[in-house]
Each structure stands twice: as C-alpha cells, then as structure tokens.
C-alpha cells in the first residue's frame, strides 16, 4: 500500500495495524478497587475487515480486565530499528474487546492468526487461552512527528 496523498486517514491506520505484528493494549484495572489504565505488549493479527484479533489466557490480568470491562485501546507503531520513534506513524485503535464465542468463527480467525503469528502454535491450545476480537469504534492517526 503506498502512503502518498490519495491514501484516506483510514487506508493508512488499516495499512499501519497490517504491518504491526504487536501492539500495546491498555485496558481498564479490574483488580485493587480502582479503575486505572493497565497496559502490556500484545501480539495481533487482523481479520478481513482489520478487526484486531488477540490470544489471550486466562492467566493474564488482561483477559481479567477485559472480562470485567471490554472497553481498551491498541497502539500500532511501525518504526524501523534505530529510528525516532515518535517520527515514525502510530495509531490509537478504541473498541470493545470480546472473547470469540462462536466456534466456526473462531476456527477461521485462529488460522488466520497463527498464519500471522507461527510461534503462538506452541500454546494456542493450551486450554487457558482464547481468541479475542475488537471492534472498532474509533481510531486516531499519528502520521510522524507529534
């Protein structure tokens, strides 16, 4: 995908979350009382429509959070090795995430994301993890410096 100006704010965050393989995921504390934001690096893939897709387990304080209140927020950068990387594009994706409960649908989205992501084959079965998806409410586009 070229990022010249025909390219709508829209075509570039969708371009941005397809080259990302990993993304920061803030969601809401659901622990200690006291609703603060709790953010970790996660591994993504995206569905045909650039729905984020996650594997999460059960284990994890996110997939805690997440139940508790599915309201979170990924930021996709692509910056190269050694790069400034607050003059390399990022984008802020907000949506509700939801563990996939339909089984056809989580068969297809879980070879999509292990065709993205070959090494989460050594624990996709595990029985504590699931697939998660978002959907997407809104997004906010960095395209360089500030």
Known sequence: MSHGAEDSPGDRVRGLMRR????????????GGAA?????????ALDHDA??????????????????DP??????????????PLAAPRA??????????????????RT????RHP?????????DFHLYAMMIERAHLVAGFG
């Open 71 to 84: 309201r979170a927020a990924l930021l996709f950068q692509c910056a190269e090795a050694g790069a400034d």
């Open 112 to 115: 999509r994301f292990l065709a």
């Open 20 to 31: 990302a393989g990993q993304a920061a995921l803030g969601t809401v504390l659901a622990r």
């Open 36 to 44: 603060h934001p709790y953010v970790y690096l996660v591994l993504v």
């Open 51 to 68: 729905s984020p897709l996650l594997l999460l387990s059960d284990l994890a304080d996110h997939a805690g959070n997440l139940a508790a």
């Open 119 to 127: 090494s989460a084959r050594t624990y996709a079965d595990f029985g």
């Open 92 to 109: 802020s994706v907000l949506g509700d995430i939801r563990k996939v409960a339909d089984e056809d649908t989580r068969n297809r989205l």
